[in-house]
């Protein structure tokens, strides 16, 4: 897989994420919380100049091709290594004790802080897709397995 499909890879495993009523679209406002869950440092008046672009009718959604375009300009070209060192400072942030590991708990609130509609029901099967050997805690590895879809 080269870096573009992996960058593909990820960026449709964080649309569907987001995509809760899977109708294909995601609220433009979700888009800069997104970007932050992958630790990218962005220009609020760019993010908004790209998002108007691609809403030019300022409906608050756009599709997964047009998300991949606002989300790629943001997304430097670099090499596996990069990814993987910005998905470690993403996890970082919420493994505050610093013990390698997050709980589901915490899982479900950073999910649920980033998509309000997700129902308990929603966050308990994306969390059984992610525990996969149901510790109750999510490592760096299953989250890896999260955001990149390995």
Request: glycine residues 8%; contains cysteine.
């Amino acid at each position: 897989m080269d870096d573009d499909q992996q960058k593909t890879a990820i960026l449709r495993k964080l649309f569907q994420m987001f995509d809760t009523s899977k109708c294909g679209f995601i609220e433009t406002l979700k888009i800069s919380t997104m970007l932050n869950t992958m630790g990218h440092i962005f220009d609020d008046n760019e993010l908004n100049a790209l998002i108007n672009h691609h809403d030019p009718e300022n409906t608050g959604k756009v599709n997964f091709d047009s998300f991949c375009s606002i989300a790629s300009h943001f997304l430097e070209e670099e090499d596996d290594e990069s990814t993987t060192q910005e998905l470690k400072e993403a996890f970082r942030l919420y493994d505050r004790e610093g013990n390698g590991y997050i709980t589901t708990g915490t899982l479900k609130e950073i999910l649920g802080a980033l998509d309000d509609k997700l129902t308990g029901s929603d966050l308990d099967n994306i969390i059984t897709e992610i525990d996969t050997d149901g510790s109750g805690t999510v490592d760096f590895d299953e989250f890896m397995e999260m955001m990149t879809g390995d």
